[in-house]
């Protein structure tokens, strides 16, 4: 089992002149949670963006280490699952093709049933044979929680996660983190969600 660790080393970022946070530092191990918390505007999507390596940082460096080895940049994607609002998913597609589609990239294989069985964790199993174009905001953010639920990632980055959900939605949301944390992955979520912000053993305020 892969068990990752992250590490932020005064992390700063600026845009046009002026800083959006600087002097960050954290060390999340495997089966912890770092919630990164702040008003709107703050930089809490673009620090997760840091850390998945989507954008580089103005200073300082995140490290990812995965059973106490170094993961080159490279290699940073294959090891990490993310629930954005900047995630999407080919419209013309089924939900299981979708997953199906994830799987292939990772170089993963699975059965239909292990696919509805992950739709069926996220409240999507009748929803399987549909096209996602039909999708409403808050089953497109289920079938982000059934991908991460079959791509099984260690390390788990989540923007907004409960974003568009009722109240059952939530508490797959909820189900996602939990999980995760009892099978020792590593967690990192930006939210001002109490709820979701009360399964971290580290915060950084942005505010």
Known sequence: ?????????????????????????????????????????SGKSTLLKIIAG?????????????????IKKDQQAAVLGMISPEVFFYQAMTAMENIRFLLNIRNREATEQEILGWLYQAGLKEQGNKRVHSYS??????????????????????????SNLDTEGKAIAAQLITKALASHKTLVIAS????????????????
């Open 1 to 41: 089992m892969t068990r990752m660790t992250v590490e932020l080393a005064g992390i700063g970022k600026c845009y046009s002149g002026r800083y959006l946070f600087r002097q960050l530092n954290a060390a999340v191990q495997p089966g912890e949670c770092l919630a990164i918390t702040g008003c709107n505007g």
């Open 54 to 70: 989507l954008i580089r940082p103005t200073n300082g460096r995140i490290s990812l280490f995965a059973n106490g080895s170094l």
């Open 137 to 162: 905001t808050g089953m497109c953010q289920r079938l982000k929680i059934a991908a991460v639920f079959a791509i099984d990632p260690p390390l788990i980055l989540l923007d907004e996660p409960a």
């Open 192 to 207: 001002n969600e109490s709820w979701e912000t009360e399964y971290a053993t580290h915060k950084i305020n942005l505010s």
